[in-house]
């Protein structure tokens, strides 16, 4: 087995390597924050798949379903293995720590490696349904952020764009020197042209969550009352011009339109339901490639301190919702909102102030900045409390076996 001390190296927002021991404490700390159920779930547990699994709100929805609901079921990611020269993607080790703690809470999971867009995989999945789990799948959620998507219906591949939609945006944006001393730079990023709101749209949009519903019902694998739930974000108004109102915007746009589309169609079909849940703010691999996102959240944790909501207790709080040991509050448009402690008016205020006062100067006063640094570093394992990053770690470690 190969072991070696790993450095975190890095290119910005982006790290070579990951810590295999930080992620799987990582893990763990997770499900040590995750509120404990008010009632400890009985029986075998509904049969839930989780896609985007390995990451952010997806690893939260799979971590918060195992302690909050005792799911068991598939959980989908799509990693890279350990080679010669490079570590795996954190996710992998992720993975493989969610599923020995699945197997030591006596939960059945099984984790797939694959591309969630394809067809095959979405076969996979309704096999094992079928095979292990009785024919008969309880709840879906979906958590997929990706570059690309190939349309299994005609081998077409899309690529998603981060743009504003009309014109140029010109925003704030936080970025770390080489020595790691932080600098508050304004960047201007060009309009969607072309196609490029299709192509997002297409990638990010509800086409693939519905090609799912639609594979799993031909298969006569959503049992009565399924529930599915796709992720999303909303977001403050000072990042909106990138976000909400931009490229991905529309996508999400279109997510949500597609649960409303699906909501109907389930509801006739199985008694189900669809929604999105919007959920606040966070550091993932993907907010931190969005323009401003990074200065924004810094901001904002400077303003709440603790009052941040991790993902952990807002996945809690949407199972919650969803297995109906809490009501389901949606608003006007169909969604759960677990966001209203980042989009508070005061809070919101706070942080728009800030933003105005930051410069290269004064960002350190105004930001969290260390825990932004760290949140950062912990996407890959690194920066978390009880790890000794001197010691070797065991880099090559096994995707979780399924066939026991």
């Known amino acids: 087995m190969t072991e070696r001390v790993i450095d975190p190296r890095n290119r910005g927002f982006l790290f070579l390597d990951s810590h295999p021991a930080g992620c799987r404490h990582l893990v763990a700390d997770m499900w040590r924050s995750c509120p404990e159920p008010t ?49 795996a993607t954190a996710g992998w080790y992720r993975t493989a720590a969610t599923a020995e703690l699945a197997r030591a809470e006596g939960r059945d999971l099984v984790f797939l490696n694959g591309d969630a867009f394809s067809d095959a995989t979405k076969e996979q999945v309704a096999d094992l349904i079928e095979r292990r789990f009785g024919g008969s799948l309880d709840y879906l959620v ?81 049992a009565a009352g399924f529930t599915t739930a796709a992720l999303t974000y909303i977001g403050s108004p000072l990042t909106a011009a990138i976000y909400r109102q931009g490229t991905i915007g529309a996508a999400k746009a279109h997510l949500e339109a597609t649960a409303r589309s699906l909501n109907e169609r389930l509801g006739a079909a199985v008694g189900g339901r669809a929604v999105t849940s919007v959920n606040g703010a966070a550091v993932t691999q993907s907010s931190t490639a969005i323009p401003g996102i990074a200065l924004y959240t810094g901001l904002l944790r400077g303003v709440l301190g603790a009052g941040v909501v991790p993902p952990i207790r807002q996945l809690a709080e949407l199972w919650d919702q969803l297995t109906g040991a809490a009501p389901l509050a949606t608003d006007d448009e169909g969604r759960i909102r677990l966001d209203g402690w980042e989009l508070a008016d005061d809070v919101q205020a706070a942080v728009a102030q800030r933003w105005e006062a930051a410069t290269t100067a004064t960002v350190a006063g105004l930001a969290d900045l260390e825990w932004f640094r760290a949140e950062v570093e912990r996407l890959y394992g690194f920066s978390v409390p009880g790890v000794d990053y001197t010691a070797a770690v065991a880099t090559d470690v096994p995707w979780p076996d399924h066939t026991r």
């Open 39 to 87: 009632g400890v779930p009985e029986g075998a547990g509904p049969v839930a798949l989780i896609i985007g699994s390995s990451a952010g709100y997806g690893l939260a929805a799979t971590l918060a379903g195992l302690k909050r609901a005792g799911i068991r079921g598939i959980a989908v990611s799509f990693e890279k293995a350990p080679t010669e020269r490079r570590t």
């Open 142 to 222: 979906y958590s997929v952020a990706a570059p690309r998507r190939t349309d299994p219906a005609t081998g077409t591949t899309y690529a998603s764009v981060l743009k504003p939609i009309g014109r140029a945006d010109r925003t704030k944006t936080l970025v770390f020197d080489d020595r790691g001393a932080p600098e508050v730079r304004e960047v201007e990023t060009a309009p969607a042209g072309g196609d490029d709101v299709e192509q997002t749209v297409a990638v990010m949009g509800g086409a693939d969550w519905e090609r799912w519903i639609d594979h799993l019902a031909g298969r006569g694998l959503l």
